[in-house]
């Protein structure tokens, strides 16, 4: 391993998945300090965000690929310590420096896995820097929930100033960042949100209004907020419970940008026919799945589209509670209340 500006331990502090099951299957375990690989760094983590995917990992329903650490944490933000072949040696400068990395800088970025821990190997590639006057936790919340929408909002979905946007579950990591990222680049957003108290969140992160799915149909709703005409956009985590409405509320020319399956992921009997005559797109994707290549080419454009609004101080992840990392069951917990808003951050 390369040298550290500081001393690195032998061992380390991670979270183990004994089975898949509850919460209580997140147990703290002591193992051996990994060894960044080519290309790789290894990161001291100072935090580290908490993600529905973690969840559906820790219940055996979302594996790792092959080959990748079976450990949970998408996202850190800390420190690195230490670096691969092909990233530099040394602190301040060499080849390190052209990769945009240097041993000490302050970094968060999106991981293959393994950020429940106290170092973590991250993809150099997949790195970002710790925007000014962010804190260590809110940078940890930042990576997988700005790669995951600004991928498919806007790579995929194509999103432009003047578009309209309907957002399903408006308080979530997702959701938040979504409108916080439609109110930074013009867009008119609505969201669904449970409850007076979680629509007051969302009118907060930027939604003109926000839908009450517990005692509101989201379809005629949101077809009076836009006049009839229709939104242009639906990010969806829901699914199979929402799609036939998803298809109907959105307008010629409209995309449904699938991204979870909260509410199901088949669907029984539904016209085709929407899709036809409004011309519509229909996308999915996950994070996990994506190619290296198309990690580092999202990281670059966060790098370049959102590095001013971050140090702007604008479109900061809100962050709901902060775990110490040897209570991360405790985190889970909460999450799978849905009472949280914006992102849990777990605390090395």
């Not at 000014?132 to 929408?149: C, I, K, N, R, Y």
């Not at 408006?170 to 409850?195: H, K, N, P, Q, V």
């Amino acid at each position: 391993m390369p040298a550290s500006p500081r001393f690195l331990p032998d061992r380390m502090t991670e979270i183990g998945i004994l089975r898949p099951g509850g919460p209580e299957v997140l147990v703290p375990r002591q193992v051996p300090v990994p060894e960044p690989g080519p290309g790789q760094v290894l990161v001291r983590v100072a935090a580290a965000g908490v993600n529905r995917p973690d969840v559906l990992q820790r219940r055996g329903l979302y594996p790792m690929p092959p080959g990748v650490t079976p450990v949970p944490g998408l996202e850190v933000a800390g420190e690195v310590v230490a670096l691969g072949e092909g990233v530099g040696v040394g602190e301040g400068g060499g080849a390190g420096e052209a990769a945009g990395v240097r041993l000490g800088d302050a970094v968060c970025g999106l991981t293959d896995g393994g950020g429940y821990a106290e170092f973590c190997l991250v993809p150099a590639a997949q790195l970002l820097p710790v925007p000014p006057g962010f804190s260590l936790e809110q940078a940890a919340a930042l990576p997988e929930t700005f790669f995951t929408v600004w991928a498919n909002l806007f790579m995929m979905g194509r999103a432009k100033a003047g578009e309209s946007l309907l957002v399903h579950g408006g308080t979530s990591g997702i959701g938040s960042t979504a409108l916080m990222l439609a109110r930074e680049f013009g867009l008119r957003a609505i969201s669904t949100d449970g409850g007076p108290e979680k629509g007051e969140a969302a009118r907060g992160f930027g939604a003109e209004r926000s839908i009450d799915h517990r005692s509101q149909d989201f379809l005629p709703e949101a077809m009076a907020w836009s006049e009839g005409r229709g939104v242009d956009l639906v990010l969806d985590i829901l699914g199979a419970s929402a799609f036939e409405r998803n298809l109907q509320v959105l307008r010629r020319d409209g995309r449904l940008l699938l991204i979870g399956f909260m509410g199901g992921d088949r669907v029984g009997e539904f016209s085709l026919t929407p899709i036809l005559l409004k011309r519509l797109v229909v996308t999915g994707s996950t994070l996990r799945g994506r190619t290296p290549d198309e990690k580092a080419a999202i990281a670059r454009e966060l790098r370049q589209h959102l590095g001013p609004v971050w140090s702007a101080g604008r479109c900061v992840p809100h962050v709901h509670e902060v775990w110490p990392l040897d209570q991360a069951a405790q985190a889970h917990r909460v999450m799978e209340s849905r009472a949280h808003v914006g992102k849990i951050v777990l605390r090395t």
